[in-house]
């Protein structure tokens, strides 16, 4: 399962929180996209969107972007705040890291 959540804003790292997925799997993603130097790698954290998937036995990667996110869950939180590169490098690792996980054998 693929959890996207804080997304496009802060400063261009892609924090990946995994669980039984191969960190080899994720850089092979990266390194598809020119972004292997800006993922960033954790084990999983509790409280997450990916939470109920990891108890049931899914495996789950969670991506957020690294930094501050000064207008999560405040009506500043608007399009204007994303930062559209953030946006595109995101969405460029998801195809490449689903597209990896699709052909895995």
């Known amino acids: 399962m693929i959890n996207i959540d ?3 804003v802060g400063y261009g790292v892609l924090i990946l929180r995994v669980t039984e997925l191969k960190k080899s799997t994720l850089k092979e993603a990266g390194y598809a996209v020119d972004l292997v ?3 960033d790698y954790y084990g999983f954290l509790p409280g997450g969107d990916d939470e109920p998937f990891k ?3 899914v495996s789950t990667v969670s991506i957020t972007s690294g930094g501050a996110h000064p207008h999560m869950h405040q009506p500043t ?3 204007d705040t994303i930062n559209p590169e953030i946006l595109r490098n995101i969405a ?3 195809l490449a890291l689903t597209w990896q996980l699709a052909n895995a054998p």
């Open 6 to 8: 804080h997304v496009g």
């Open 37 to 39: 130097n800006k993922l």
């Open 55 to 57: 108890e049931a036995g």
């Open 77 to 79: 939180d608007t399009a």
């Open 92 to 94: 460029r690792y998801v």
